[in-house]
């Protein structure tokens, strides 16, 4: 079955203690995202990646890493967590033709609900 | 960078009443408008999209308009059910160059009332 997949889904924490969402995919697909959601806000994207070894900060990158060593995963990193940092976390992937520069539909992981104390 | 202003932010209609919700973008380089369903507790999902290169794409009850001269797109649902009740977010992307974000809405609650 083709899907997107995140751990963990629920996860509280306490400021500073690092922590890491996985995210992986079998879909083969070249572009990978994450993004966050808060209420009023809508999902606004933190980091993408066109391919391995390649990532480009989205709109909200302050205080998260990422990275692509494999196609299929596409781990977010949070080296120092802070309470603003509380909110619901989506992976997401899709298909990215290079002969014509375009991005296709995004299929999004489950959610990982992040508490940060 | 690239900016996206969603209206409304809620919308209650009658059961079989049609639905529009409108989205704007400030990129007019952009050339790809999702629009994507999210259901309480649920993960979006992407119901129907658009290309700069076409101006109507339909599929069933389910529209979407882009007026590309005057940087807006519409989502256009027709005969409204129940289930159609969900968050909507569109969302747009400009694929070229170093740059391929994805911008979003912040997303329309509609409600269809029985």
């Known amino acids: 079955e083709a899907q997107v997949t995140q751990n963990p889904r629920y996860l509280i924490t306490v400021t500073g203690k690092k922590l890491t969402v996985t995210c992986s995919q079998n879909?083969?697909?070249?572009?990978m995202s994450w993004y966050r959601q808060d209420p009023g806000l809508g999902l606004r994207q933190i980091y993408y990646?066109?391919?391995?070894?390649?990532?480009d900060k989205g709109d909200v990158p302050e205080g998260y890493k990422v990275s692509r060593k494999e196609k299929r995963n596409f781990p977010l990193i949070l080296e120092s967590p802070s309470p603003n940092q509380t909110s619901l976390y989506f992976c997401?992937?899709?298909?990215?033709?290079?002969?014509?520069?375009?991005?296709?539909?995004?299929?999004f992981g489950p959610g990982t609900r992040l508490t940060v104390l | 960078g690239e900016n996206v202003e969603q209206h409304p932010s809620t919308l209650s209609v009658q059961e079989g009443d049609s639905a529009v919700i409108k989205c704007t973008y400030s990129?007019?380089?952009?050339?790809?408008f999702p629009w994507y369903k999210q259901e309480l507790g649920k993960r979006p999902q992407l119901i129907i999209d658009?290309?700069?290169?076409?101006g109507e794409k339909k599929d069933q009850r389910i529209a979407v308009t882009l007026n590309k001269t005057a940087k807006h797109f519409s989502l256009h649902i027709t005969e409204t059910q129940p289930e159609d009740s969900a968050v909507y977010f569109c969302a747009s992307t400009h694929s070229g160059g170093s740059n391929y974000k994805l911008t979003f809405g912040k997303g329309t609650l509609l409600t269809v009332n029985p």
């Open positions: 879909m083969n697909h070249e572009y």
């Open positions: 990646s066109m391919n391995v070894e390649v990532t």
């Open positions: 990129d007019s380089a952009s050339n790809y």
């Open positions: 997401a992937s899709s298909l990215y033709d290079s002969r014509d520069s375009q991005v296709d539909t995004q299929y």
């Open positions: 658009i290309r700069s290169n076409v």
